[in-house]
Nanobody
Framework: QVQLVESGGGSVQGGGSLRLSCAAS????????MGWFRQAPGKEREGVAT??????????KYADSVMGRFTVSRDKDKNIVYLQMNNLNVEDTSMYYC?????????????????WGQGTQVTVS
């Protein structure tokens, strides 16, 4: 059974940084896709970044709104995926979710991911 547990959210002032972590367990496929998503109150869930299991920095994709500010990476030995978020602004305030699906990364669409964590709140003021 795939389990994803996020941590690292919190409150930060504009221009600040946070690093989110997603501890993954139960994924037995060698090829899988990890994703970060966010959802603000009253808005649809949107894709932030994805990372293929075959890459660290090489096989990542980002939403235009976070390009150049956010970086997704992973620790293969610990099965943890990170989302480093720099230069945060109030528009980044959301619940952030980690997600996974088997196979290659195809898109930033939430519908492409079967497994989800519970989320961690990020608030920028």
């Amino acid at each position: 059974q795939v389990q994803l547990v996020e941590s690292g959210g919190g409150s930060v002032q504009g221009g600040g940084s946070l690093r989110l972590s997603c501890a993954a367990s139960g994924i037995t496929n060698a090829c899988y896709c990890m994703g970060w998503f966010r959802q603000a109150p009253g808005k649809e869930r949107e894709g932030v970044a994805t990372l293929s299991s075959f890459g660290s920095y090489g096989d990542s994709k980002y939403a235009d709104s976070v390009m150049g500010r956010f970086t997704v990476s992973r620790d293969k030995d610990k099965n943890i995926v990170y989302l480093q978020m720099n230069n945060l602004n109030v528009e980044d305030t959301s619940m952030y979710y980690c997600a996974a699906d088997l196979g290659l990364c195809h898109s930033l669409k939430p519908s492409d991911f079967r497994y989800w964590g519970q989320g961690t709140q990020v608030t920028v003021s």
